[in-house]
């Protein structure tokens, strides 16, 4: 059934690859969920309603790409990011099959780099 939903065969990959590449994957990223209260409490926004809403709307947004998208990569950057540039993200895009990429105009890395372009 998981075969027939994900097409996992016909795109080269099965159930333990996918396991493994999603839990390395959540442990990579899993960084914002401390990160981002840390980052929006300097705004004075409560803390714990930030890692609240961290954790919901990226369980909604990944529950969506992988289940209704079914598209396994998503590729983010900010147009004006200095510590990731567009080029890279474009490359990456590039070499991974079925990859979507989203650029955010106007936007950089972070609350620290927007705060410094726009000083």
Request: aromatic share 10%; net charge negative.
């Amino acid at each position: 059934m998981i075969d027939r939903l994900f097409q996992l065969r016909a795109r080269g990959t099965d159930l333990r690859t996918e396991v493994v590449g999603g839990a390395s994957t959540f442990a990579a990223l899993s960084y914002i969920v401390f990160v981002q209260p840390a980052v929006l409490a300097t705004t004075g926004m409560e803390p714990g309603a930030v890692l609240a809403a961290t954790c919901l709307a990226s369980a909604f947004a990944t529950a969506l790409m992988g289940l209704w998208a079914n598209y396994p990569t998503l590729v983010i950057n900010g147009d004006h990011d200095v510590i990731i540039y567009t080029i890279n993200s474009y490359i990456l895009q590039q070499n991974i099959p079925n990859a979507q990429l989203i650029l955010y105009p106007d936007a950089s890395h972070g609350a620290f780099e927007a705060t410094k372009m726009c000083a």
